[in-house]
């Protein structure tokens, strides 16, 4: 899966969720891209949420909020360029159909809300764009996931465009997520599932949860980042990383790569023949000495013939003496 610069099946891709951190400043925005981009994330990513078509009219204290929140079309194009000024990819979860318009000029995926992962209209709208999609599962069953699945895949078949990818990230839908509730064992499901790339959406509190994912095989991790956990009591900073955080999250994730290596690698880094073993003469042995097992002893390094290559030692006629302790080479033998 190929989001910007970033192939998933060669490294992960860590995006810092700023969601709403910024409370509706422009400048505080751009202050966390700055701050991601410093602490090595790929990416960062905020919500694009119209209030009227996101909630009822009669939840007043939840309108007034997001409208406070809520960054205009020109504003976000702004961030949109910080970020690519900073060289980091710019994302933004659409949570309405005329957020997906806007959008899709400017981000090179799209991320579902966990809430959302049923909207259908909003889903369907998402993969017409013919662009990788992640969704947040942490309000779907097992069934559901393989719905979703099924959703974008029969879509983007019908288009004949291709698949450009769907990522699942498990999710706990609990801000923040208890330990005993982060059940990243999920991940092994989502990892044997084809045609998806594993990812995590991390809601417990510091960095090791997010780690431990990478090493069950996401491929994608999400993590929600503030400039200051105590900056005031809306809910979303407690639970984010700080810049420090962030940092060392990514350092982690990065010496994690490299202590698992190449995923879907096929042959060991090295054949290792210091640690191999070689057929050798067990006695001094004459020319012409019709070789058995009884003669053979297997020693290091693995640089001659191997023990799964016995049987095709047995029998074969000297050409020259070999004396004990010597690997046996093809030379020692008549063709």
């Known amino acids: 899966m190929k989001i910007g610069s970033i192939n998933t099946t060669e490294k992960v891709l860590i995006i810092a969720e700023i969601g709403n951190n910024h409370e509706g400043s422009i400048e505080e925005a751009k202050k966390l891209i700055r701050g991601a981009a410093e602490a090595g994330a790929n990416a960062v990513k905020f919500q694009t949420i119209i209030p009227d078509l996101l909630v009822s009219s009669d939840q007043t204290d939840r309108l007034n909020q997001l409208g406070r929140y809520a960054f205009s079309k020109a504003q976000f194009l702004e961030l949109k360029k910080e970020a690519d000024r900073l ?6 979860t659409p949570f309405d159909l005329d957020s997906v318009d806007f959008l899709n000029p400017i981000v090179p995926a799209f991320k579902i809300a966990s809430g959302d992962s049923n909207f259908k209209a909003l889903l369907q709208k998402v993969a ?8 947040s599962t942490g309000l779907s069953s097992w ?16 288009s004949g465009k291709g698949v450009p990818g769907l990522s699942l990230l ?12 982060a059940a990243l064992g999920h991940l092994r499901e989502l990892v044997k599932m084809k045609g998806i790339t594993p990812g995590y959406s991390d809601h417990t509190m510091g960095i090791e949860a997010a780690v431990l994912a990478v090493a069950m095989g996401a491929r994608i991790i999400e993590k929600h980042f503030t ?5 005031t009591t809306f809910r979303d900073h407690a ?16 010496h994690a790569e490299t202590l698992l290596g190449q995923p879907n690698l096929e042959e060991a880094p090295s054949s290792a023949p210091g640690a191999r073993r070689s057929a050798a003469a067990g006695k001094d042995l004459m020319a012409g000495h019709k070789l058995g097992a009884e003669d053979l002893v297997w020693l290091r390094p693995g640089t ?15 050409s020259r003496p070999v004396r004990k302790g010597i690997l046996f080479s093809k030379e020692d033998f008549r063709s």
């Open 87 to 92: 060289e980091v990819i710019f994302l933004s």
């Open 128 to 135: 017409e764009t013919g662009k990788p999609v992640f969704v």
């Open 143 to 158: 069934p559901e996931k393989e719905l979703l699945h099924n959703f974008f895949h029969q879509i983007w078949r019908e």
């Open 170 to 181: 498990h999710a706990v839908v609990e801000y923040p997520t208890a330990d005993d509730r």
């Open 227 to 231: 400039l200051d956990k105590t900056k």
């Open 239 to 254: 639970i984010s990383a700080d810049p420090s955080d962030l940092k060392l999250l990514v350092d982690r994730i990065r």
């Open 304 to 318: 001659g013939f191997s023990p799964d290559s016995e049987s095709q030692l047995m029998g074969r006629i000297l």
